[in-house]
Nanobody, 121 residues
Framework: VQLQASGGGEVQAGGSLRLSCVASGTIFSIGDMAWYRQAPGKERELVAS???????NYKDSVKGRFTISRDNAKNTEYLQMNSLKPEDTGVYYC????????????????WGQGTQVTVSS
């Protein structure tokens, strides 16, 4: 099982980006999914999360600007980022709790490789 993130890039303040993350492999089901980010010199932090039935939660500083969503049929999650600010700059990592086929009922944590988002002022 692996997660593949894409969609990062460089934009000016006020711009938008849409991140995608596709899970592939021997997947039975996917539970919670999320996006984290890590700014230079800082710890990785949770940006947004979404449950398997669509309940979302956001870091206060991105509320009203970012939207997390998922397409369960495609094993994909998205992060729509609008009104971007320089402080949103960082490497964005996707995360998912996945139950694998033939591995029993336990869910395991998986991370994507990270995609760089740079917002210039």
């Amino acid at each position: 099982v692996q997660l593949q993130a894409s969609g990062g890039g460089e934009v000016q303040a006020g711009g938008s980006l849409r991140l995608s993350c596709v899970a592939s492999g021997t997947i039975f089901s996917i539970g919670d999914m999320a996006w984290y980010r890590q700014a230079p010199g800082k710890e990785r932090e949770l940006v947004a999360s979404i449950t398997d039935d669509g309940i979302s939660n956001y870091k206060d500083s991105v509320k009203g600007r970012f939207t997390i969503s998922r397409d369960n049929a495609k094993n994909t999650e998205y992060l729509q980022m609008n009104s971007l600010k320089p402080e949103d700059t960082g490497v964005y990592y996707c995360y998912a709790r996945i139950r694998r086929m033939n591995w029993g009922p336990k869910e395991y944590d998986y991370w994507g490789q990270g995609t760089q988002v740079t917002v210039s002022s």
